[in-house]
């Protein structure tokens, strides 16, 4: 794994971690590589110092931290806003919604995940539904 500095054509700074350089050579030319704050493809990667250990126990310090731009401050906003003020169903939303939408479990607020076909059919349903910005924080393995 490598961990590169990038930056956009915007002049927004982030970082990213790659399974190798040429792992980051094949996304980045496939437009796969995005700004984590715009959006944009025309990432290029920034100047960043060599990571050279002492022979000590290293701190390894988070790749994020706090929200720095006005836009990652939104998100994580809104993502404290959503987690405080919902229930999570997971891959029940789909179900939740059409149940609510019917009246068969009183209303409240959810969130989860939905493939996009299912989101597509709620919403040609008439169930209000929108799309989050931010996936549920859990372990993926």
């Known amino acids: 794994m490598i961990r590169y500095a990038l930056k956009c054509a915007e002049g927004h700074s982030f970082e990213s971690w790659f399974q190798s350089a040429s792992a980051f050579d094949?996304?980045?030319?496939?437009?796969?590589?995005?700004?984590?704050?715009?959006?944009?493809?025309?990432?290029?990667?920034?100047?960043?110092?060599?990571?050279v250990r002492?022979?000590?126990?290293?701190?390894?310090?988070?790749?994020?931290?706090?929200?720095?731009?006005?836009?990652?401050?939104?998100?994580?906003?809104?993502?404290?806003?959503?987690e405080k003020h919902s229930d999570y169903v997971g891959r029940d939303f789909v179900r939740e919604a059409r149940a609510m939408h019917v009246g068969e479990v009183p209303e409240r607020p959810i969130w989860g995940e939905a493939r996009s076909e299912e989101a597509k059919a709620l919403a040609e349903d008439g169930i209000r539904i929108a799309p989050l910005p931010f996936r549920p924080t859990r372990k993926s393995n």
């Not at 094949?26 to 990571?51: F, I, N, Q, W, Y």
């Not at 290293?58 to 993502?79: C, M, N, S, Y």
């Open 26 to 51: 094949r996304l980045d030319a496939a437009g796969h590589v995005t700004c984590a704050v715009c959006g944009s493809t025309e990432v290029d990667k920034a100047m960043m110092a060599p990571r």
């Open 54 to 82: 002492n022979g000590e126990a290293e701190q390894v310090k988070p790749l994020t931290g706090a929200p720095q731009h006005p836009a990652e401050q939104a998100l994580a906003a809104l993502r404290d806003h959503v």
